[in-house]
């Protein structure tokens, strides 16, 4: 019976997911769904690479309460929606519908979705985006990958963040290289470090960024 329920939930989901995408698509409009531990720097990396990068970007950020964040997001000079899940640990693709309408989608180039920071479940509900990213920060240990398959394995893109921090951490750069590739051989992996005035290794994700959405 609970399996029913849950099954009906997710129809539900991959229906709105993709008239989400379609939407999106129809408007020539990249969307990326960001997943990652709450404290990864999802945000802090949003608000380095906004204003580096050449595209018309916009944001919609999910949290469980206040508008911290999109704040953060204004700030950086990009059109933001703020949703609050209430206590909810994921965002779906009904929420992502109901704040599509909120963006000049005529205008944008790329849309990113800051998910609720949570490892587990944002990666089962599909919001209609066009990728999955993961920032995992060394801060949080060599084991993530491995405890976390299934969202590293639905990631294009792991962000490895806080690279500043590595001299603290026990284990090289190399060492969750290795992690992660043996969860997820496909993910594409950039390291840096978004820290306010100790930005490190943007560049090449910014360049990679344009070169895949342009
Ligand atoms: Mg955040
Ligand atoms: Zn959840």
Same mark, same amino acid.
């Given at each position: 019976m609970e399996l029913k329920v849950k099954e009906n939930i997710l129809a539900a989901n991959d229906a709105l997911a993709t008239a989400n995408r379609q939407l999106l698509q129809k408007h020539g409009v990249t969307s990326l769904n960001i997943l990652g531990s709450p404290g990864s720097g999802k945000t802090s990396l949003l608000e380095r690479l906004l204003p580096r990068l050449n595209l018309a970007s916009g944001v919609i950020e999910g949290d469980l309460a206040t508008a911290k964040d999109a704040e953060r997001i204004r700030a950086a000079g990009a059109p933001v929606v703020q949703i609050n899940?209430?206590?909810?640990c994921h965002l779906d693709a009904r929420m992502i519908n109901q704040v599509?309408?909120?963006?000049d989608l005529a205008g944008l180039d790329l849309l990113f979705i800051e998910n609720v920071?949570?490892?587990?479940?944002? /990666?089962?509900?599909?919001?209609? @985006?066009?990728a999955k990213i993961v920032v995992l920060s060394v /801060? @949080?240990?060599?084991d993530k990958p491995a405890k976390y398959p299934s969202t590293f394995l639905k990631a294009a893109v792991v962000i490895i963040n806080k690279i500043d921090l590595l001299p603290f951490c026990g284990f090289s750069l190399d060492d969750l290289h290795r992690e992660i590739e043996t969860v997820n051989p496909q993910a594409q992996i950039f390291a840096c470090c978004s820290r306010e005035g100790a930005e490190d290794g943007l560049d090449k994700l910014v360049n990679w960024l344009e070169k895949h959405i342009k």
């Open positions: 899940t209430n206590g909810g599509l309408p909120g963006f920071g949570n490892l587990v479940c944002p /990666a089962g509900f599909d919001l209609g @985006e066009t /801060a @949080e240990g060599l």
